[in-house]
């Protein structure tokens, strides 16, 4: 059974530039969540989306944003990029949101910003 | 109230030794404690976890020893190997639920052979 998979791998980008990060879930997963991993700072959530619809999202500004698509496959766009916008961006994905349920990431997508 | 702060930042063990990373919390709504390790080039996966109805949960050579009084909990590698050099991360979530995991800063952990 195929995992989270993440594209591209590797990105860089200059500030003020707009990005588009993809994600696939696990099949049968339809909870998607993204959160961005930064040099000391651990994973701070960024989104989740559940069955299309966004769910919760984290303290980030309003230019992240994304969705999630019919078949649960889902996008994380950041507009006006800024130099610390740099990081590790990890998509993940679950079957349901309930107390036996689990997290499982994909390898992420690794964003440089000049 | 949020937080999950993780201690030490970074970690070297022999080969052999115990590898040991704490994690303290403020919500006492806490109620699901997991650990994830990450190995460089791939995103974490979930290693072990807890809720607060036992005070230790071991899985062959990792241990979480819970302290639901002092709001900690902490991790044990016995016998660490270098195969566990990776970055360990504590979480903590109300009622077990994945959408609502608040993540520690992480402890890269390097095993010398």
């Known amino acids: 059974e195929a995992g989270v998979t993440q594209s591209p791998t590797h990105l860089i980008k200059t500030r003020g530039q707009q990005v588009t990060l993809r994600c696939s879930p696990i099949s049968g997963h339809t909870s998607v969540y993204w959160y961005q991993q930064a040099l000391g700072l651990g994973l701070q959530f960024l989104l989740w989306y559940d069955e299309g619809e966004e769910r919760n999202r984290g303290n980030f500004p309003p230019r992240f944003s994304g969705r999630q698509f019919p078949n649960y496959s889902s996008e994380l766009n950041v507009n006006a990029l800024e130099l610390e916008d740099s990081a590790l961006y990890l998509c993940a994905s679950s079957s349901g949101t309930g107390v036996n349920e689990k997290l499982f990431f994909g390898s992420g997508t690794q964003l440089s910003v000049l | 109230q949020q937080q999950v702060k993780q201690s030490p930042q970074s970690l070297i063990v022999q080969k052999g030794g115990i590898s040991i990373i704490n994690c303290a919390y403020e919500n006492t709504a806490f109620d699901y404690f997991p650990w994830y390790q990450q190995f460089p080039g791939k995103g974490p996966a979930l290693l072990i976890a807890?809720?607060?109805?036992?005070s230790e949960k071991k899985e062959g050579r990792f241990t979480i020893s819970f302290n639901k009084s002092a709001k900690q909990f902490s991790l044990h590698i016995m016998d660490s190997q270098p195969g566990d050099s990776a970055t360990y991360f504590c979480?903590?979530?109300?009622?077990?639920?994945?959408?609502?995991?608040?993540f520690g800063t992480g402890t890269l952990l390097a095993v010398q052979p």
């Open positions: 807890i809720r607060p109805d036992v």
């Open positions: 979480a903590a979530s109300r009622g077990g639920a994945t959408n609502k995991l608040i």
